[in-house]
């Protein structure tokens, strides 16, 4: 049976052989995560395995059902419940949650008031900033429009009125800081007005770049080129990202018939717009964790805490048809205003059509973009760079003999004797190098993974997938954590 003929375009889907009625968290907590994300469809009457085995009585399931999702629901999310009937006269009940606006959605029950979200194919407790990211969006609010601890008068805006001057040609008002959000009707500093400032009071508002020496962060001679930690407002945050990353950029040109062509290795739109989406997107509610930038020699990727707005993964959409939603609206006009985006969220149609316009562009060197429940990753590609041959140096009867080798078995002749040598890498198939590198791309440093989560990053069995976890674990780029129950995988 496809899931597909019965939840039609759902990313979010839960099943269930029957349905449990003296243990009701068991589904509920699907209804409350479902709510609480982008909606999801659950299923009664189909096992583990995706087989139709069908409810002895369906009806009076469906009302137990609804019964009790107005019972153990608080607040009542808005939901759909239909019967579906297969081939061979199996009947399904179906209960379609609906994304809710009054979030956060609890499972009220059994001593106990549990909010849940999605992660993975598992509905599990939110964490503490996600519940609070509940409770603002549920309030009709957002993290930038509420008052903040700190009192405006001590706080200095020249990096915002200057820039605003610049860009737009119009001089910042006094009256501006009310219009655009910094304070509030009450003359209240806002979180807004708060991560604006000169010298930000906010601390995890910061930014950490690294040129990484070579294709990872394995330690080597020299680790890291250049490094910064940079602190202060969004806009100085900003700009200091983006000279950074021109600083460890090169431009090479070659001569043409009525002048020079230049070739950037990463084209300055795309990460103008990369860096714009990590800082006014993040989610400011996650204390402790920073947009880093990490060059290597091949690419930059631009990491961001928070994923998408609406729950689903960046990876699934079509990256040229996505409604503009904004996690911090009051931050993301005044960057509107001071011309570094605009309110059609047209940033990531900016990227890729920026990138496709270089003369060194190839399909191979498309931007890549991944999030998860709680991160945004974005990677821009080095359009001059190009993989060198490994080379090897071997000696025979005093004649020394240069190879080349791309991490692939090379035979030689000497003397009329054959030799053959291998690299240090096992050999692997271009399909595996791709997954290897896809898992790479996706995993955040000091970030934990369990073998489900993936399993469906790479779109994998969990067999296959342990084959790809442990060649990267004998090349020492992934570690184990915890024991056998409790296994998890992280970047080494």
């Given amino acids: 049976m496809d899931i597909k003929d019965l939840i039609g375009e759902a990313t979010e889907y839960d099943k269930k052989e029957m349905l449990e009625v003296k243990k009701p968290k068991s589904w509920c907590k699907s209804i409350s995560a479902f709510a609480n994300g982008m909606g999801g469809v659950l299923i009664f009457g189909i096992s583990n395995d995706d087989i139709a085995i069908g409810l002895k009585n369906a009806e009076r399931d469906a009302e137990i059902i609804s019964e009790q999702i107005k019972v153990r629901l608080d607040p009542i999310p808005n939901f759909k419940l239909s019967f579906y009937r297969t081939e061979d006269n199996k009947k399904l009940v179906i209960v379609k949650v609906f994304s809710g606006d009054e979030t956060p959605y609890y499972y009220d029950g059994d001593g106990t008031k549990i909010a849940y979200q999605r992660i993975g194919n598992e509905s599990v407790p939110v964490d503490r900033a996600k519940l609070k990211e509940l409770v603002i969006k549920g309030s009709a609010a957002s993290y930038d429009s509420l008052k903040s601890k700190y009192n405006f008068d001590d706080y200095a805006f020249s990096k915002l009125k200057a820039t605003y001057k610049q860009r737009s040609g119009n001089s910042f008002e006094d009256s501006d800081y009310e219009s655009f959000g910094i304070v509030d009707e009450d003359g ?54 983006t000279e950074f990353v021109k600083n460890n950029s090169k431009v090479r040109w070659k ?40 060059m290597f ?56 059509g920026d990138y496709k316009i270089q003369p060194t562009y190839t399909v191979d060197k498309e931007p890549e973009f991944y ?33 080349k080798s791309d991490d692939k078995k090379a035979t030689i002749k000497s003397d009329d004797k054959k030799a053959t040598i291998k690299s240090d890498d096992k050999k692997v198939t271009i399909k595996t190098q791709q997954q290897y590198d896809i898992l790479l791309q996706y995993m955040v440093p000091q970030k934990e993974y369990r073998l489900d989560e993936i399993a469906e990053r790479l779109g994998v069995k969990t067999t296959r997938t342990k084959t790809i976890l442990k ?15 409790d296994r998890r995988y992280r970047l080494k």
């Fill in 371 to 403: 999030s998860d429940n709680d991160s945004f990753l974005i990677i821009l590609k080095n359009l001059n760079y190009k993989r060198e041959k490994g080379k090897a140096t071997i000696k025979s009867d005093d004649k020394k003999a240069t190879i």
């Fill in 188 to 241: 209240n500093l806002t979180n807004a007005g708060a991560l604006l400032a000169d010298e930000s009071p906010i601390r995890h508002s910061r930014l950490f770049c690294t040129r990484w020496n070579g294709l990872d962060k394995a330690p080597g001679i020299i680790d890291a080129i250049d490094d910064k930690e940079f602190s202060g407002g969004l806009i100085n945050l900003l700009q200091d990202g």
């Fill in 255 to 294: 001569k043409t018939s009525d002048g020079r062509l230049e070739m950037q290795d990463y084209p300055e739109r795309p990460v103008l717009e990369a860096l714009v989406n990590a800082l006014i997107h993040r989610n400011y509610l996650e204390v402790g964790s920073e947009v880093h930038v990490d």
């Fill in 471 to 485: 060649g990267l674990i004998e090349k020492e780029k992934v570690e184990v954590v915890g024991g056998n129950k």
């Fill in 297 to 352: 020699d091949d690419r930059i990727e631009i990491y961001s805490p928070g994923g998408m707005i609406d729950g689903s993964k960046i990876q699934d959409r079509d990256l040229l048809h996505i409604p503009s939603r904004r996690r911090n609206p009051i931050i993301a006009d005044i960057f509107n205003r001071i011309r570094y985006m605009d309110r059609r969220g047209s940033g990531f149609k900016k990227i890729l």
